[in-house]
Nanobody, 117 residues
Framework: QVHLVESGGGLVQPGGSLRLSCTASGVGDSFSFYDAAWYRQAPGKQRELVAMITVRWNVNLGESVKGRTTISRDNEKNTVYLEMNSLNPEDTAVYYC?????????WGKGTLVTVSS
């Protein structure tokens, strides 16, 4: 069973930055065969894609975060990272890690990011 654990959330001031990590366990040596993504869900809103990185390292970013977001992965550490800067209150949400391979689809429990002064 694949298990994802996110970390790095918390309170961030407007204009600040964050770095989230998501580490997978239960994947053995196959993490490099999974596409990985970060989603977020703000209160009262639908879950939306923040960023995705495929097994071939192709990157897709959500429109609202383009220009201030980087997604990366370390297959040796079974970890995917999300870095965002110029945060604003609209970035407040629970951020979820997601990995996918064929019909396999796993989610983390999420980490809360609050952007507030």
């Amino acid at each position: 069973q694949v298990h994802l654990v996110e970390s790095g959330g918390g309170l961030v001031q407007p204009g600040g930055s964050l770095r989230l990590s998501c580490t997978a366990s239960g994947v053995g040596d196959s993490f490099s065969f999974y596409d990985a993504a970060w989603y977020r869900q703000a209160p009262g809103k639908q879950r939306e894609l923040v960023a995705m990185i495929t097994v071939r390292w192709n990157v897709n970013l959500g429109e609202s975060v383009k220009g201030r977001t980087t997604i990366s992965r370390d297959n040796e550490k079974n970890t995917v990272y999300l870095e965002m800067n110029s945060l604003n209150p609209e970035d407040t949400a629970v951020y979820y890690c997601n990995v996918m391979r064929s019909r396999l689809n796993y989610w983390g429990k999420g980490t809360l990011v609050t952007v507030s002064s």
